[in-house]
Nanobody, 117 residues
Framework: QVQLVESGGALVQAGGSLRLSCAAS????????MGWYRQAPGKQREFVAQ???????NYADSVKGRFTISRDNAKNTVYLQMNSLKPEDTAVYYC???????????WGQGTQVTVSS
């Protein structure tokens, strides 16, 4: 089992920045990819960014050039640096971990990001 705890969500003005954190615990040796998804009111959950155990990254087109995902393996933590925030970035942001051996995804409880115009 893997437990994920997100933090860092807040209310911020458009153009501002936030950094989200996701701390992993439990069977972290089984984790391959980690990433972030978001869900806005009335919309489906969507992919935001991903980082592999080797450090390769992937981003949704909507956040490329504005968001940066990184991981600190010593702290078992993944970060999402969000710059130039837009009102359309408003959503609950969820941390995700994929364990290939188990063939399953783990999810955090989510953290609210609200961007005011």
């Amino acid at each position: 089992q893997v437990q994920l705890v997100e933090s860092g969500g807040a209310l911020v003005q458009a153009g501002g920045s936030l950094r989200l954190s996701c701390a992993a615990s439990g069977s972290i040796f089984s984790i391959n990819h980690m990433g972030w998804y978001r869900q806005a009111p009335g919309k489906q959950r969507e992919f935001v960014a991903q980082i592999t155990s080797g450090g390769s990254t992937n981003y949704a087109d909507s956040v490329k050039g504005r968001f940066t995902i990184s991981r600190d393996n010593a702290k078992n933590t993944v970060y999402l640096q969000m710059n130039s925030l837009k009102p359309e970035d408003t959503a609950v942001y969820y941390c995700n971990a994929f364990a290939l051996v188990e063939g399953r995804h783990y999810w955090g409880q989510g953290t609210q990001v609200t961007v005011s115009s």
